[in-house]
């Protein structure tokens, strides 16, 4: 995974300069094959092992060193500014299977003009090898970098009695995913849908109906989490992944997302 | 008609009125002077003199200014052919005249061998064997001078070689080989080494299924479970053999390879024994000026794991293209039995523990060797193999 070392600063004082840190990242574990300058940042390629999917983020890589340096860890702050109604009464989140998913929040966001990102974005994304392509795509993916949560983005008016179902996919059910592949399903996948029928491969893939479009639209976050790694839910996601052949140009954050969160982390 | 009569008489002449019939013509041309080289090569010279002079002849066949065949083809085809055939025409002829390079007086010399005996002799020499077997067989006297059958002398593969120094240096200490099939089960190659199915490591190797629970086993790691099913603790092996992945060959890869795994397991094994033996092994390889460096790593049978590496053999450490400017190569990794794998080979975690290495044959014998493809050891070119 691509690592800016100016954004790990804003979550650990960094004063070793590159090279030191490259070295020593690989001697506590995260493998560091390169340095290299972009601009006024560094970018570190570091192998992140399996065992170690919390340091699939700038903010678990930020954690290891925060422990190696004995500095503070530094988390960021949140402002949130919250209008309008409760979200429960615009959209509603039902799970229907729990033993393949413990936890899916959302929130929604109106009125947005879906656009290209600002640059300060732009730049961070481009720096650690991933493409943007709209403020809100690009939103869910930086916050997948930074966290290591992976997010996704619906259009709330496509989402059908603005319901959203986290379930086991009814087999034969019809989805086509935003690479423009139609998806057979059967029973071992879990789906989000909405009312009517699925909108995502669940921790896969988004939908492409129900995908952000370029116009002025409320839509719904979601967060899809687990409080425990469940193995069926593991099983169920490995399964799908397998067996439904995913192009990695297709899915870039398909190994983000092969980890049943750990939301607690955070 | 043969190719002297063809070479003299026009392309109307001889039915060639296409790019076809003009490509088929110069392939016979080219093909007879190929025959009258090899020709001429099979025969050899009986003298310096004889050879000269008979390659000056099919030279002068050939080559002569005045009179000879490719002057003839330019008179003939070129120079008379139809004009929509001129380019093609020429273009054949070029290659022809390239092609005929082989047939200069110099270039011929260098390849009609000398032999005591030419074709001629040769078919009195034979006569003369034969009637020398039948005395031979009549119990008069053979010539006892002629040579006796030789063979051409063979040498161990490369990766032989070095799987075996590597055999000997663990010998020497005391550990014994093991082996394993290479055709394993889903269970021994995965599960039982603490790689379940619906952990993400399991995408770690790209592993070659015969069917959803046989595969061509990735690593040699499966027989550290079958040896210690059969022989129990303390135990010290090593384990050489083909492992097999789905990787697209390229110098730095090959769908079949070797690995070497070492595995010891006593009451009183610990993380030093590894990095002692692991030194020691690579001080024996290498030389005892090489130094090895242990860093963190991650193999779902070992805690803790580790990665070796020596420092670069090529610079010694200063930075080259070898070691990629670091002053150090990795070669292998290793750790401490996972005590959920020992539990899988019916030993008592609580009671033992254990080392494990693994080890790639060939990229050993590519560092050792100074060879940057490791598709060359799988060629069978003797070219390659006899320089070991």
């Known amino acids: 995974m691509k690592i800016s070392v100016n954004w790990l600063k804003e979550f650990v004082d960094v004063t070793s300069d590159p090279r030191q840190l490259k070295s020593d990242l690989t001697m506590i574990g995260l493998n560091t094959e390169s340095c290299a300058p972009v601009g006024d940042d560094w970018v570190l390629d570091v192998e992140v092992t399996t065992n170690r999917p919390d340091c699939l983020s700038h903010y678990g890589v930020a954690r290891e060193l925060a422990t190696l340096y004995r500095q503070p860890l530094k988390r960021g702050e949140v402002f949130l500014k919250e209008s309008g109604g409760p979200t429960s009464a615009a959209a509603t989140i039902e799970i229907a299977d729990p033993d393949l998913c413990a936890r899916y929040c959302g929130r929604i966001v109106q009125k947005v003009q879906v656009g290209p990102s600002p640059d300060w974005l732009v730049k961070r994304l481009e720096a650690i090898g991933q493409r943007p392509i709209n403020n809100v795509a690009d939103a869910t993916n930086y916050v997948l970098m930074e966290l290591g949560h992976p997010l996704h983005a619906f259009d709330w008016s496509r989402l059908r009695q603005h319901k959203i179902i986290v379930r086991r996919a009814k087999p034969g059910e019809p989805l086509r995913t935003l690479d423009g592949v139609d998806r057979p399903l059967t029973r071992d996948n879990l789906v989000i849908a909405d009312g009517e029928r699925p909108v995502a491969l669940a921790g896969v893939m988004g939908g492409e109906e129900s995908e952000i479009s370029r116009k002025l639209a409320p839509f719904c976050w979601r967060v899809r989490g687990s409080s425990r790694c469940r193995s069926a839910a593991r099983r169920s996601l490995r399964g799908c992944t397998r067996k439904l052949p995913i192009a990695s140009s297709g899915a870039p954050t398909l190994r983000w997302r092969r980890w049943p969160w750990i939301a607690s982390l955070i | ?388």
């Not at chain 2, 050899?44 to 002569?64: F, N, T």
């Open chain 2, 1 to 388: 008609m043969t190719i002297d009569e063809k070479v003299r008489k026009t392309l109307a002449e001889l039915g060639a009125t296409d790019a076809a019939g003009v490509e088929a013509l110069f392939g016979e041309v080219r093909a007879a002077m190929e025959q009258e080289r090899s020709s001429l090569v099979a025969r050899g010279a009986s003298s310096e003199a004889e050879r000269d002079k008979l390659c000056k002849d099919l030279r002068d066949r050939w080559l002569a200014r005045k009179n000879g065949l490719l002057t003839q083809i330019d008179e003939h085809w070129l120079k008379l052919g139809a004009k929509e055939l001129k380019p093609i025409v020429g273009r054949q002829f070029n290659e022809l005249r390239k092609a005929s390079a082989g047939m200069e007086t110099n270039e011929l010399a260098q390849v009609v061998p000398l032999r005591k005996e030419t074709s001629a002799s040769m078919a009195q020499l034979s006569a003369q064997l034969e009637s020398d077997v039948i005395r031979a067989e009549r119990g008069d006297v053979s010539d006892l001078t002629l040579p006796g059958y030789r063979r051409p002398l063979g040498s161990l593969h490369p990766v032989t070689q070095m799987q075996r120094e590597i055999e000997e240096i663990f010998l020497n200490l005391g550990f014994w080989i093991e082996s394993g099939p290479e055709i394993e089960s889903v269970y021994y190659n995965f599960d039982a080494l603490n790689i379940p199915e619906s952990h993400p490591s399991r995408d770690d190797w790209d592993t070659l299924y015969i069917n959803s629970q046989t595969v061509l086993r990735t690593h040699t790691s499966p027989v550290q479970i079958r040896a210690m099913e059969k022989y129990g603790a303390p135990l010290y092996i090593i384990i050489p053999g083909k492992c097999y992945r789905h990787d697209n060959p390229d110098a730095s890869h090959s769908p079949m390879f070797h690995q070497v795994e070492g595995l010891a397991i006593a009451s009183d094994i610990t993380f030093a024994d590894l990095k002692g033996t692991l030194d020691f092994f690579a001080k024996k390889l290498f030389g005892e000026k090489v130094q090895t460096r242990f860093q963190p790593s991650f193999f779902p049978f070992t805690e803790p794991s580790g990665e070796v590496a020596i420092s670069c053999i090529f610079c010694g450490g200063e930075g080259c293209r070898v070691c990629k400017e670091s002053g150090w190569i990795e070669v292998m990794g290793c750790g401490m039995v996972h005590p959920q794998v020992l539990r899988n080979g019916g030993i008592d975690p609580e009671k033992f523990s254990g080392w494990a290495f693994g080890l790639g044959v060939d990229r050993f014998a590519m560092l050792k060797y100074d060879i940057n493809d490791i598709q060359l050891f799988f060629q069978s070119d003797v070219r390659f193999l006899e320089q070991f």
